[in-house]
């Protein structure tokens, strides 16, 4: 019998012992690479596999209307290590599902170095893997050893590869209040694919505008960490920033109301205007135009939703500054997330693109099994984007991007949302009691279908892999 040659996974975090798990139960050898305690990073503090360096929580287990809820169903179903694990470790946290940080990384650890098709090395991965490295997945998230970032970015392009994260709130669609907001990019501007209605319009008036600066400069910020250092430049001040630098600098910056009417009152000019545009292909979730931010969460969904239209936001992602290493990954991975450049070299967790330690557990783990098919000649056959798994993986390669006024969106990275999800039909329009559904309870009703679909479309999935294995 001819022996397999290993698949080799650098970087012994949530996504690298996920993958390096997957690869091992398909049957195949995998050598895991974490370059810790030999050289350490400046936020772990164990040499553990999978520690947690930040929450100890998983956030929420509600696989009916929560995102991440369902990501864990879905790993459940897909034999997940650090899904077992978390549960076997969990701790109370109310509806969320948090671990003991130090038994959950421990018990990761033990599992993978007994598995006898796992072997574990402890050392840097200096620079590009060896040419005889013929399959790698390189898993090695923000925190990505000077020497290796820098080869990666030679490969890809030193531009394609980002070391600051600056974000901006994101809202779901369904939650503007479009009896406010209007469509209308400035000057009806249409650009390359644009209509000249590509961006939603929220008007202020002064009295709005001046209550808005106010809550900015009293509202509670949040410090970078010491090794962060300060990532400011003048292409992306914090809003805060620049309404502490005066008052009339937002109103002359990404909320000039320039160039624009409103459609529910074209003889009103307003006195300032927030812009969100369009954020995904499947036009469900906008952004909002140069609103990157340092507040602290509670603070920022207190003080957009005085914004007009956005009174009842629902964010699928709130802003933020931060160290973050990861790809363009659009744009230079494949879609089973090989490196276009080189394609024996994989990506999984944070450096391509996903947020959260769920979201990288996941990746990493689809990408091992994506490595494993391709090793052991099976076909390689994507999730449906349908589940909270393709929605990651189409968000990662190519769902995010879009075609606005100023050319080809810059992507970043993303937790897993329903706004990710293409449309689902079917969804119950009224209750038990028969009364029409509305509100909450509409926006709920539409969650369970796009779950209960996932979950279903997600087992079919499993079934046509397993008997493609076993053919």
């Not at 970087?11 to 350490?40: C, D, F, T």
């Not at 947020?355 to 099994?369: K, N, P, T």
């Not at 490595?371 to 189409?394: C, F, K, Q, S, Y």
Request: proline share 6%.
């Amino acid at each position: 019998m001819t022996q397999i040659a290993p698949i080799h996974v650098v970087g012994g975090g949530l996504a690298g012992s996920e993958a390096a798990w997957q690869i091992a139960k398909a049957g195949v050898p995998v050598v895991l690479h974490e370059m810790r305690p030999v050289r350490g990073t400046d936020a772990h503090k164990t040499e553990g596999l999978a520690e947690l360096v930040c929450s100890n929580s998983f956030r929420s287990d509600d696989a009916e209307t929560n995102a991440v809820g369902l990501l864990h169903a879905e790993m459940r179903r897909l034999g997940s290590l650090i899904m077992r694990m978390g549960d076997a470790n969990q701790v109370p946290a109310g509806g969320a599902l948090a671990v003991d940080r130090d038994a959950f990384s421990a018990a990761v650890t033990a599992a993978l170095e007994a598995h006898p098709l796992v072997t574990i090395e402890r050392g840097e991965v200096a620079g590009l893997p060896p040419a005889d490295w013929d399959s790698v997945i390189i898993a090695t998230g923000p925190l990505t050893s000077p020497a290796l970032a820098a080869a990666i970015g030679g490969l890809t392009g030193e531009k394609e590869l980002a070391f600051f994260d600056a974000i901006a709130p994101i809202v779901h669609f369904e939650s503007i209040d479009m009896d406010t907001a209007w469509f209308q990019s400035r000057y009806d501007k249409a650009g390359p694919g644009g209509t000249g209605a590509d961006y939603i319009n929220c008007p202020m008036d002064r009295d709005q505008y001046e209550a808005f600066i106010d809550a900015l400069l009293a509202a509670e910020k949040t410090e970078f960490k010491e090794w962060e250092g300060t990532p400011y430049f003048d292409g992306c001040l914090p809003i805060e920033v620049m309404a502490e630098r005066g008052r009339e600098t937002l109103r002359w910056g990404p909320m000039k109301p320039v160039g624009l009417t409103n459609k529910h009152n074209p003889t009103v000019k307003a006195y300032a205007v927030v812009q969100l545009r369009q954020d995904n292909k499947l036009g469900t979730l906008f952004n909002m135009t140069g609103f990157q931010t340092k507040l602290k969460y509670g603070e920022q969904a207190k003080i957009f939703r005085m914004i007009p239209g956005l009174q009842n936001a629902e964010f699928a992602r709130l802003g933020g500054i931060h160290r973050n290493t990861y790809l363009n990954s659009p744009k230079v991975l494949d879609e089973t997330l090989r490196l276009k450049a080189e394609p024996r070299l994989r990506f999984a967790g944070q450096i391509t693109g996903c947020e959260g330690y769920v979201e990288s557990a996941a990746i990493g783990g689809m990408v091992g099994r994506f490595a494993a098919a391709e090793r052991l000649g099976r076909p390689l056959v994507l999730p449906p984007t349908t589940t909270a798994h393709g929605a990651l993986i189409n968000h990662i390669t190519g769902g995010h991007v879009v075609t606005i006024d100023e050319g080809p969106r810059s992507f970043q990275p993303m937790n897993v949302n329903f706004g990710l999800f293409p449309p689902v039909s079917g969804v119950p329009t009224k209750g038990p009691d028969g009364q029409r559904l509305k509100g909450t309870a509409k926006t709920q009703a539409r969650k369970r279908t796009l779950s209960a679909r996932a979950l279903a479309d997600l087992d079919a999935w499993l079934g046509g892999a397993a008997l493609a294995a076993a053919e």
